[in-house]
């Protein structure tokens, strides 16, 4: 699996290779990027190629016995902190400044692998500065954010930032085929909604997600089939699956793919259509409604999160949204 993390992301595993072939990494690296895109399995794989035996050009066999121990998190040589709730905690920080000071079990080498590097409190950050400043022995740290801007600037202007890119979506839509976890409608849709594969799988192994999807496709094509049932789905149907905001904002991005796969699809560009499982369906309906009516729909579907956050309710916002839409798609 991380070998095939580290081909998705070749560019930068390339250049650490390198590195660790001619011996030029340095002592701290911030390795930014979005949630679930492999920054863990990326330091992880550095690790492997610092340590491996059957090392070649600084690219891991990822079979040795340094590699395997380091993959099952044995390696003692290889110190792995992540937070524990919301935060690193005080325990955390005893054991990583104890770690520091140490030198290599098995050998000179150290690694450090922190995971959320952004919810460290401030007595964790300033243990770390303490390194950052005065590093000791052949050590190196690997620091993992998604929020960069969390980060304090000290700990920032002492690591050499490495941003890690967003996979694209037919890497995204790979990996996701490749858990076997989902059918190749859901990798579709997954991989329109995000381009985070940890995000992806949260979202498609969430319970009640897909009857969800189903329930916004008919509450949709009630629409465009001009049912006045669509205004009573909105109470009935849709509002019972929303618990909290997140799902309130997951709602209106699924109905955000909905009016833009009608452009799409008519505009014939089908491999970006998110509800590919309904694409006759939306093929059909587009056949009845004139350009402008499509983007006109896709403009008032954009103006409900700026609603959302005016703390208008999901329901009058859905509510609305069903009568204007309805207005636009059969005028």
């Known amino acids: 699996m991380r070998e095939q993390q580290t081909a ?3 560019e930068i595993s390339n250049h650490f290779a390198r590195l660790i072939a001619n011996k030029q990494l340095v002592h701290a690296y911030l390795l930014t990027g979005a949630k679930g895109i492999g920054k863990r399995e990326l330091a992880m794989w550095i690790a492997q190629g610092i340590f491996c035996q059957e090392n070649h050009q600084g690219q891991p066999c990822l079979v040795c016995s340094e590699c395997q121990r380091i993959q099952n998190e044995q390696h003692p040589d290889v110190v792995m902190i992540a937070p524990q709730g919301l935060s690193i905690k005080v325990d955390q920080i005893r054991y990583l400044k104890a770690e520091f000071s140490k030198s290599g079990v098995e050998s000179k080498r150290k690694i450090f692998i922190i995971e959320d590097a952004e919810k460290m409190t401030v007595n964790a950050a300033n243990s ?4 950052l400043e ?8 690997f620091l993992l954010t998604s929020h960069l801007n969390q980060i304090l600037p000290t700990i920032v202007s002492r690591c050499q930032l490495v941003e890690v890119p967003a996979l694209t979506k037919e890497q995204l839509k790979a990996k996701l085929t490749a858990t076997g976890n989902f059918t190749k409608n859901q990798v579709q849709l997954l991989s329109q909604l995000t381009d985070s594969e940890q995000a992806a799988q949260e979202l498609g192994s969430k319970e009640g997600f ?3 999807v189903e329930t916004l496709w008919q509450w949709f094509y009630n629409i465009l089939r001009n049912k006045e049932r669509s205004f009573v789905d909105v109470q009935v149907s849709i509002m019972p699956y929303v618990n ?12 955000s793919l909905l009016a833009r796969d009608m452009m799409l699809v008519k505009y014939q560009r089908y491999e970006e259509v998110a509800f590919v499982k309904y694409l006759d369906k939306l093929e059909d309906a587009s056949l009845h409604l004139k350009p402008e009516q499509i983007v006109n729909g896709v ?10 956050k005016m703390n208008i309710t999901l329901q009058n916002i859905l509510e609305h949204l069903t009568l204007k839409l309805s207005e636009c798609y059969h005028s």
């Open 210 to 212: 897909s009857e969800l």
């Open 244 to 255: 909290d905001r997140q799902d309130q904002e997951l709602i209106l991005e699924l109905i």
């Open 299 to 308: 403009e008032l579907v954009l103006t409900t999160p700026k609603q959302l």
């Open 134 to 141: 005065e590093p000791s022995g052949e050590v190196t740290a």
């Open 8 to 10: 998705l992301q070749a």
């Open 128 to 131: 770390l500065l303490k390194f």
